[in-house]
Each structure stands twice: as structure tokens, then as C-alpha cells.
């Protein structure tokens, strides 16, 4: 690999960029919009902790020690809080365009990593979900549309399921997961936060959702954000009795 020396006159750029980042912080606000560059007051940011006991670390998820952590009982899933340090750049995301955000302070980040694929207990590096800045700006898109029956495909953290839970337009929800360790491990954390009837069923969303009826399917199943405007148009086609449906990461079709 080469090796790339800065000049002593992009280093100080850098670190001015730096300062002039950490100087402009302004608080977190649920209903704060997307730009490019995103620059947080860290000690407003405090999402959702399932697991208030653990202890939050910014050590990679394979190292973490068992304060650290909670792991479902065959080992499918993996919750922790990582530390997400003051300064350093976080991804986001809106639509086909990318920026970053910082903290001005350390900041916890709940997250939930699946094994590697038949392999309980080693993790894939990307958790499957963390309650960051860009994950709860781009769900809370599909969330303004939840009314009346609901359905959420993906519980993850269950993130967009308290928060659809919450809004008084909304009368019942139904939860579809794929996975019934995540639900047994998982949704007995946040059924004290859920304000409305709550039905679940486990199984795969793309075989589920075309036998229910709703007023609007939120669907985040997608590892991915963007390139999933074909599932979504392919779900569309075959749930005819859902009046709305949103994908997460085709955030531009409401279908
Ligand atoms: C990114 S997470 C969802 C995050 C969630 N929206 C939140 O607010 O925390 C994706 C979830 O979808 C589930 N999932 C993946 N594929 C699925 C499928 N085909 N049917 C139903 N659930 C699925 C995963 O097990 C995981 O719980």
C-alpha cells in the first residue's frame, strides 16, 4: 500500500475543518432534516437502549467482553452499544446522496449484529441495525405515513415499530419478522414502549405480506439502502389489499 504524506498545510486544513465542525454542533431533534454535513451536540443524541445494564464500548464486535454485550440464545444475534467517539465521522445517507455527522462528545449507539451466515457466535462486521442519525432520519419517512392497520416488516432494533406505535393516527400494527429467535430474544425488551395493539407473525415478509390487509406496509428487510425499487415494485404487484407500501432505501417511491 502507499504511503501518502500530508503537507504540513493539509494538515492544518484538516484540522481546522475539524474545529470549525466541533465549534458548530446544535442539538439533536427527532424531526431534524437531512444535509450533508451534520454536526450534533453529543449529549442531545440518546436513542433507544434496550439493554440500559450493558456497558457501551467502541472495541470491534468480536472482542467484546460479556458487560459488553447481550447474545440471544443460539447466538444468532448480538446487541451492544457501541461508543461512537466525539469528532469522527459517521456515514449518512439521503437518497442517491451521501454526508457525514459528528458528535461533539461521545455518543452511545445501540446496534445488532446477525452471525455470518451458519456460523452462530462469529458476526459479520456491519451490524444488521444501529439507531444513527442517517437510520432514523431515513425511517422516519416511512413512519409519517403509518395510520390506521399498519404493517412493519423487519423488527431489527424496533426502532420504526415504537416510534409508528406512537402516532395517534395509528390503530393497530402487525410486526412481521423473519427470524423467531430475534422476536423471543428481542421484542419482550420494547413491548413496554409500544402503545398499540400488536399482532406478530414470523416468517418471510415477501411470502407474509401479500395474504394481509393494511392501510400501509413500512418494509425494512433490505441490508441495503438503495437498489431496492425492483423488490418493492414486485411486492407491490402482489399485495393488493395494502393500500401504501414504503420501502426503506427507495425512500423517493411511496407506492
Ligand atoms: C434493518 S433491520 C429493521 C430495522 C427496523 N426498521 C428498526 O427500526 O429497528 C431488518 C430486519 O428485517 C428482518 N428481515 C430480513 N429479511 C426479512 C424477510 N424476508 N422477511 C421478514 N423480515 C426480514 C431482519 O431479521 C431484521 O430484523
Known amino acids: 500500500m502507499t504511503k501518502i504524506e500530508l503537507t504540513p498545510a493539509q494538515k492544518l486544513e484538516i484540522f481546522e475543518e475539524y474545529q470549525r465542525r466541533m465549534r458548530s454542533c446544535v442539538p439533536w431533534d427527532a424531526a431534524m432534516k437531512w444535509a450533508p454535513e451534520l454536526n450534533i451536540v453529543g449529549a442531545s443524541y440518546r436513542p433507544f437502549i434496550a439493554f440500559p445494564e450493558l456497558a457501551p464500548s467502541d472495541a470491534p464486535v468480536a472482542e467484546l467482553n460479556p458487560a459488553e454485550h447481550a447474545d440471544s440464545p443460539n447466538k444468532l444475534f448480538r446487541y451492544c452499544i457501541r461508543l461512537h467517539r466525539a469528532g469522527r465521522r459517521l456515514l449518512t445517507w439521503w437518497g442517491s446522496q451521501t454526508g457525514s455527522v459528528i458528535f461533539d462528545s461521545d455518543v452511545p449507539i445501540p446496534a445488532i449484529f446477525q452471525c455470518r451466515e451458519g456460523e452462530p457466535g462469529l458476526w459479520n462486521e456491519s451490524p444488521w441495525m444501529s439507531l444513527t442519525p442517517a437510520e432514523l432520519i431515513t425511517l422516519r419517512e416511512g413512519t409519517r405515513l403509518a395510520k390506521g392497520r399498519v404493517v412493519i416488516a423487519g423488527l431489527g432494533l424496533g426502532h420504526q415499530l415504537i416510534e409508528v406505535s406512537r402516532r395517534l393516527q395509528v390503530k393497530e400494527v402487525v410486526l412481521v419478522e423473519l427470524s423467531q429467535e ?25 411470502a407474509v405480506l401479500p395474504t394481509l390487509a393494511a392501510d400501509v406496509a413500512l418494509v425494512d428487510i433490505f441490508p441495503n439502502y438503495g437498489g431496492n425499487e425492483a423488490a418493492m415494485l414486485e411486492l407491490r404487484r402482489r399485495c393488493p389489499k395494502i393500500k401504501k407500501l414504503w420501502g426503506w432505501g427507495t425512500a423517493t417511491m411511496s407506492l
Open 182 to 206: 430475534l422476536v423471543d430474544f428481542y421484542l419482550p425488551k420494547i413491548r413496554p414502549h409500544l402503545k398499540k395493539r400488536l399482532t406478530v407473525i414470523v416468517g418471510d415478509a415477501f
